[in-house]
């Protein structure tokens, strides 16, 4: 209990990130405070999954995270998204994942697995999709139908 009224303190007073995680890890020992990170990286892209869907897309671009573990995060939370009146925006966002080095300027989405990351995303979302009854969703998707011909021209389709 005590850390974790530490851990409260430590986040309310401590904007820097990285400050942040070495005062976690400090607080609770680092195994703790790297599921602590996963976590709290997963609440961070739940909350914007609601927003992705509402935004239009000059927009979204701003609202995927800019690290591995959110975005691993923010395809969970498009996969838990995923229904009849949120397919189209949740196979929109996911197909957009491939293309954040062409829309955004932090170096870091120039050197992040994005093209398997997005592979493992639909192939996670269509089992999600069928299991749901929504196959005509990704067959009506021009996202999913543009992604699936830049797979095939690849070879990998």
Do not use: C, K, N
């Not at 996911?94 to 050197?111: I, T």
């Not at 592979?119 to 196959?135: K, W």
């Not at 021009?142 to 690849?154: F, V």
């Amino acid at each position: 209990m005590i850390a974790a009224l530490g851990i409260s303190a430590i986040l309310r007073a401590v904007p820097d990130g990285l400050v942040r995680r070495v005062l976690v890890a400090g607080t609770v020992g680092e195994a703790v405070a790297a599921e602590f990170a996963l976590v709290a990286a997963d609440i961070a892209a739940s909350v914007q999954v609601a927003e992705m869907l509402a935004a239009p897309e000059r927009v979204r671009w701003a609202l995927y995270p800019s690290t591995l573990h959110g975005l691993h995060a923010l395809i969970y939370g498009l996969i838990a998204a995923l229904d009849a009146t949120t397919a189209p925006r949740v196979i929109d966002s996911l197909a957009g994942l491939r293309h954040l080095a062409a829309h955004r300027d932090e170096p870091v989405f120039r050197s992040l697995p994005l093209a398997e990351l997005t592979t493992y995303g639909f192939e996670t979302l269509i089992r999600r999709g069928l299991d749901l009854g929504l196959a005509d969703a990704f067959l009506d998707s021009p996202a999913y139908a543009a992604y699936a011909e830049e797979r095939a021209a690849l070879g990998l389709g």
